[in-house]
Structures are given as C-alpha cells and as structure tokens.
C-alpha cells in the first residue's frame, strides 16, 4: 500500500466527453475509468483535473490541413505534430467532462491546447517542449511534490504529461488501470519504454485504494 502524504497530488487528464465512447475521438474502455478516478480523487488532499480546450480550426485537427487524414503525422513549426479527428473545441458538449465525473472538490482546471497554432499534450508544456502552461508554478507554491497520474490517454497526454513532469523535478506515478490507451501502433510499447528510460512508476489502484 501507498501512504499518501500532504504533498501528493492526483492529477486527472482529460476526462471529456470526445475522448469516452461516442465523442469525437472515443477511446475503448475510457468511460469504465471514471469510477475508480472518482474513488481515488476522494483519497487524495488535492485533485487537479486537465481539459483540453481547442479553438475551431486548431493546428492537431485533420480538417485544418488541406488533403490529410486523422493519425497522419505532420511537420509543425515546432515538431511533428499528429492530425485528430476535430475534439474537445471550446464551449462544445465533447470539450465538457465526463457526466460521471465527481470530483468537486478539485482545486485546479487546467486547461491546455487553446491556443489555435500550437497542440498541448502535456499539462506542463505546450508541444514546442519549451512554452509552460503555469502548472509547474502551481504545484511549487502549494507544496506538492508527489503526482499520481490517471485519466486519458495513456499514450499520449498521460505520458506526455509525467514524462515532462519528471523533468521539471515532480515524483511522477502512473496509475495504468485508471489510465486507457489511444493504441496507434507502437504507442503503448513506446509509452512503457519512455516511462522505464524517465524512472516513472507505473502502478494500480489498489495500491492507494485497497483490495
């Protein structure tokens, strides 16, 4: 069992409705997390939830380029950048949460990939690896060094998340049976691999919750 102290932090990604079952970029299973994200936000002292939050038009989705395919991969200003069906566009009902979502007593909504030319997978830095959303800022002057990840997707702002969290000196831990994969080929191998290579626990949520 883990003991959670004072300065942990559960930090849920992107529990929204285009990334559950029937919303615009829907992965398998992601709405059966959403319970046990629910029973570990209740044991933690501070919950942070993630949203993202696109403008109409925004450099990751498909439809902004003209001849391209969802999961095509494309050369950005600041990197390769992956093409998206259109997801989580402001105000819109698949931008909200997760129904099933009940965490009020989060202290933070962070919200990431709002601006229109540059795609955020992480909740620290926007994809340049360079522009910082302000968590990081956040999370040192409350005190909180120890972030449990949970929530969507997997491979991508879950990794992407920790991974960059680790490098901004935050003790990262994966909790994978409350986390679902997008699955592209070879992102869930390359997910492990990075986790392993940055020292980020990956572990289940009995470990904080009990049998």
Not at 15 to 21: G, K, S, Y
Not at 111 to 137: C, Q, W
Not at 177 to 187: E, F, H, M, N, Q
């Amino acid at each position: 069992m883990i003991t959670l102290q004072a300065t942990d932090a559960l930090l849920a990604v992107d529990l929204q409705n285009d990334f559950c079952p029937g919303g615009a970029l829907g992965i398998a299973g992601s709405d059966e997390i959403v319970p046990v994200v629910n029973a570990l936000a209740r044991a933690f002292p501070h919950v942070i939830l993630t949203q993202d939050w696109h403008p109409p038009g925004h450099i990751s989705f498909a439809s902004a380029h003209r001849g391209a395919k969802p999961y095509q991969t494309i050369a950005a200003p600041y990197g390769p950048q992956a093409l998206w069906p259109d997801h989580c566009i402001q105000n819109s009902h698949g931008a909200k949460f997760h129904p099933g979502l009940d965490v009020p007593h989060a202290e933070l909504v962070l919200r990431k990939g709002y601006r229109l030319d540059i795609d955020a997978y992480s909740a620290f830095l926007e994809n340049d690896h360079v522009t910082p959303t302000g968590l990081a800022g956040y999370l040192r002057e409350r005190g909180l060094t120890r972030l449990f990840l949970c929530g969507l997707a997997y491979d991508f702002c879950v990794r992407f998340t920790a991974i960059d969290g680790t490098s901004q000196d935050f003790e990262c831990l994966v909790i994978e049976d409350a986390t679902r994969p997008v699955k592209l080929p070879g992102s869930i191998d390359a997910t492990r691999q990075a986790f392993a290579e940055a020292g980020i626990q990956r572990i289940q949520a009995e470990e904080i919750l009990g049998s």
